[in-house]
């Protein structure tokens, strides 16, 4: 699973990161870093919650698996 | 106050007869439940225009859905926050910073403020948030078994926290406190003599910071620099009288709503004493349920907005407490329910202008609830008194005794 980050549409509410700190780090001001999370097997739930508690809508989730780079 | 017209383009089936100031439950009301009063507006279409919605006496229009508020509070180009809402008082135009500027500015000053209230630096401030709401509990315990909850926790606690934020001792506290209820409750007289004291207070003090820099809020603001350059004293006090404002009273309000909720809902309280693990999550659910807040925003240009015919100049109302009873948006909004998961409320707002002291605020609530739970026993609203609650421009919370004899 894959978690995209609209970073234009952050606006810090650092929602995500109060559900799981270490999947979705911020900066600081407080604002998500910069590019797409690769969630880890074992932190789909958390990474999902973390990514729908978005009040922007600024996490989308992805859950087709990810695309193997030859 | 006289109600100005509907303007021409409105049409006459959009106008609503609904109003933050002056709908039932908005004016002071004893054991009144404003936000509950205001989840009519769901009754309707989702857009209608309001003729009397600001503290002036202006019409807006209402979005009450969250989908809508999100578009509209995220497209600062079309929906303006510039409209000196308190240098207007004075009759003048200068704007509150951040608040009233626009991008491409707002940005600038916004990544000057952000890390002084990121999560991080909340982290920081917390022990002596917390060291302050243990002292001010422990003395009420220490005085009985009934207090005023406003006047003796939530009032306090909150303004001296911001007050610690601003570098300001807090002996002076019900000093501030009163400015703030003239400036946000006070009517035609009492609110330009609040605004004016609270200017010239802002103004001396950047002024004193500038002569002799201390390591406080103000004398990072004076010293600042954006875009190579020192700020003006406009933006200074532009800056200054934003989070003075900000502070003084919606923090409190929240409390205030929240502790009136436990104290009825004997449940509900004795679920968090036993397990304040569950405080974060239900604080969340408390700010969905009791924000103090509307925003509003101006259109910069002609837009048909999902139906509306807004035209440059329209007043466009985002009222938070509306959103959070929004049907679309949350499964039984009137229901309260503290374990609630699902929940992207707009208590702090959306898009850029998103609360800038949102996640101190939300930590105070937290440790607030976390400390008087863990002092004071099962309380409720003392027999005989009646909180008094109003709607209007911030929503607020009077005189709540609780007792727990």
Not at chain 2, 175 to 190: I, M
């Amino acid at each position: 699973m894959r978690i995209i980050v609209q970073n234009a549409k952050c606006q810090g509410h650092a929602r995500c990161a109060a559900q799981a700190p270490e999947i979705f780090k911020l900066d600081d001001e407080g604002y998500i870093l910069p590019g797409d999370i690769e969630v880890a097997e074992g932190e789909e739930l958390s990474a999902s919650r973390g990514a729908r508690s978005c009040p922007e809508r600024a996490l989308k989730l992805d859950r087709t698996p990810a695309a193997r780079v030859e | 106050m006289a109600t100005k017209p509907v303007p021409d383009h409105v049409p006459p089936e959009m106008v609503r007869d609904f109003s933050l100031f002056t709908s039932p439950g908005m004016s002071p009301t004893p054991n009144g439940d404003p936000h509950a009063a205001v989840a009519c507006a769901h009754d309707g279409p989702p857009i209608f225009y309001s003729r009397y919605n600001t503290q002036d006496g202006r019409g807006t229009w209402v979005i009450t859905r969250v989908a809508d508020q999100r578009k509209v509070l995220q497209d600062a180009e079309t929906f303006s926050s510039h409209r000196s809402i308190f240098s207007s008082i004075l009759g003048e135009t200068w704007p509150t910073i951040p608040l009233e500027l626009d991008p491409p500015a707002h940005g600038v000053f916004r990544s000057l403020l952000s890390p002084l209230l990121s999560p991080k630096r909340v982290r920081v401030l917390e022990p002596a948030v917390r060291e302050q709401a243990i002292m001010l509990i422990d003395r009420i315990v220490a005085s009985g078994t009934s207090c005023d909850a406003m006047k003796d926790f939530a009032f306090p606690f909150a303004v001296s926290t911001f007050l610690r934020f601003l570098g300001l001792s807090d002996d002076r506290l019900d000093t501030f406190v009163g400015w703030g209820k003239d400036l946000l409750h006070g009517d035609d007289a009492e609110r330009p003599v609040a605004a004016r004291t609270i200017v010239a207070f802002i103004d001396e003090l950047a002024a004193m910071r500038r002569e002799e820099a201390v390591d406080d809020f103000m004398t990072f603001i004076v010293q600042a620099q954006v875009e190579g350059r020192r700020l003006t004293d406009t933006q200074v006090r532009g800056i200054g009288v934003l989070v003075f404002v900000a502070g003084l009273d919606t923090v409190a309000a929240a409390i205030g709503f929240d502790l009136a909720f436990l104290a009825r809902n004997l449940k509900d309280q004795q679920l968090l004493r036993s397990e304040p693990d569950r405080i974060p999550l239900a604080t969340e659910e408390l700010l969905r349920a009791y924000p103090p807040i509307q925003l509003i925003r101006v259109a910069t240009k002609d837009i048909d907005f999902e139906g509306a015919p807004i035209r440059k100049g329209d007043y466009v109302s985002c009222a938070t407490m509306i959103a959070n009873r929004d049907p679309a948006e949350f499964e039984c909004p009137n229901t309260i329910d503290l374990e609630r998961e699902d929940n992207r409320h707009a208590a702090f707002g959306y898009g850029p202008h998103r609360c800038l002291g949102s996640h101190l605020a939300r930590r105070e609530i937290v440790i607030g609830l976390e400390e008087w739970l863990a002092r004071i026993p099962a309380f409720r609203i003392k027999q005989g008194t009646a909180p008094i609650t109003s709607g209007g421009h911030v929503f607020g919370i009077e005189n709540l005794i609780l007792d727990w004899s």
